[in-house]
């Protein structure tokens, strides 16, 4: 599994945060995923490809992450 991924808190681009709770693998692929919580509304448990949560965006012309680590949770 990744070792330099952090488990805490993030700021998706759109604004919410949500917290990192572990990288997990798919049971058939073996594709990590990330396992997060979001910190608003229900607080309902996501999944990920951790590929694509690490990845950028392009906002106005500007490449900005999809999530940016915020600090511990």
Do not use: C
């Amino acid at each position: 599994m990744n070792s330099s991924f952090r488990v805490g808190r993030y700021r998706h681009y759109k604004g919410p945060e949500y917290v990192v709770l572990g990288v997990a693998r798919h049971s058939e692929t073996e594709e990590e995923l990330v396992v997060y919580r979001q910190d608003y509304g229900e607080r309902g448990l996501w999944v990920r490809p951790l590929k694509m949560f690490q990845e950028t965006v392009t906002i106005d012309a500007q490449e900005i992450p999809r999530f940016a680590y915020v600090g511990e949770a």
